[in-house]
């Protein structure tokens, strides 16, 4: 895709009222506890939804912005509250300080060129490894394409942390974690920080 092709994109408006969406699903769905690093959904690709406009999917998406706010996350992909599928929330501010509110079905990162691709080295932190950071080069902006739950088309774009975000989320339903892309060293380091705390919010735990 050309910068032309990316100035042309007609994006999905997750501004607007976002507050107001946020609080309107959360008050419909019920916080459900967070999978952590072992889970086995965490691990393996999330399957692709085909039904659109269920009932399930409506509680499903309101479930995990409840769940989101209970952990007082910014993103919150299916298979961390336990489910198999290609489905993430997001309530999350951009570098300018922009809330942006929504969620994505079937989501895919656009590949940029080259020449767009500037890495920001930022801190990321995970729900699903309570309590620990790491620095993780990044591409500093992201364009995001998927369905919202009527399977109508959404496209999402964003820069920074905002970025971050919808590239983490993305990253879940295909199987990885955040420490996935570490040095053996910094998972290590990663691991160790998550093992020294407790987390705020309610966990799964793995068998065994």
Known sequence: ????????????????????????????????????????????????????????????????????????????????????????????????GVRHTGHIINPVIDDLPADQRILDDGNEGC????????????PDYAVCRGQDQHGNPVVVGGSGFFARCLQHETDHLNGYLYIDRLSKRDRKDALKQMAELTPKYETVPNEG
């Open 1 to 96: 895709m050309s910068q032309q092709d990316t100035e042309q994109t007609a994006f999905t408006d997750d501004v607007t009222d976002a507050e107001e969406r946020e609080a309107a699903h959360r008050a419909r769905g019920t916080a459900r506890p967070i999978t952590v690093v072992g889970n086995p959904v965490l691990h393996h690709p999330c399957r692709p939804v085909s039904e659109f406009g269920t009932p399930e999917l409506a509680q499903l998406i309101d479930d995990m912005f409840a769940s989101q706010r209970a952990a007082e996350g910014v993103g919150l992909a299916a298979n961390q509250i336990g489910v198999d599928l290609r489905v993430f929330v997001y309530d999350c501010p951009d570098d300018d």
């Open 127 to 138: 729900l699903s490894v309570p309590g620990a950071y790491a620095e993780l080069p990044r």
